[in-house]
């Protein structure tokens, strides 16, 4: 049983949004944009003991709601520009057509963006991420014994999330 299904929400699969292109973290490995044949880490300073799952708030989806929803809704068949389109803010929580998704891919992904070693999921919420050889995402939960494979697994490169506070 995968790591998230112990943790999942009620996913809406209409925010659940495919997309591709250049211009975020990781670069382009194997033909692949973002990373390929890496795990990311929690950081050092989650205070999550396990995988928490995110709450929306009474607005609608946050970040990582949605963020979360996605990955744990189709395990290794997201990429990291399918996870960051969909959170974004012009995005999430909408129903989009496929043409007006073409141009907010197109506008969205026209400037550098972070990569998901920012992302709540794992500087807050307990999740690692494992990107398999094509780029695609699974939700891994700090305490799981998947985690820790993951974690210590030699052949893959291995990246620690972004501090959710400076360090002093």
């Known amino acids: 049983m995968p790591d998230h299904d112990k943790h999942t929400a009620p996913v809406d699969d209409r925010r659940i949004l495919a997309g591709w292109s250049s211009r975020c973290g990781g670069g382009v490995q194997n033909g692949v944009v973002g990373y ?3 795990f990311i880490a929690v950081a ?3 205070r999550a003991a396990t995988g928490e799952v995110p709450m929306e708030r009474a607005g609608g989806p946050t970040v990582a709601s949605t963020q979360y929803a996605m990955l744990a809704a189709a395990p290794g068949q997201r990429t990291q520009e399918d996870v960051l389109l969909a959170s974004s803010p ?12 073409r141009g ?9 963006r972070a990569c998901l070693r920012a992302s709540p999921l794992p500087k807050s919420f307990g999740w690692g991420l494992h990107y398999d050889a094509d780029g695609r995402i699974t939700l891994h939960a700090v305490d799981s014994p998947e985690y820790a494979q993951l974690s210590s697994n030699a052949s893959l490169t291995q990246l620690q999330t972004m501090r959710s506070s400076r360090a002093r």
């Open 36 to 38: 390929t044949n890496t």
């Open 44 to 46: 050092e300073d989650c």
């Open 90 to 101: 012009q995005v999430r929580g909408r129903d989009i057509d496929e043409a007006e998704l």
């Open 104 to 112: 907010l891919r197109q506008e969205y992904f026209s400037q550098p």
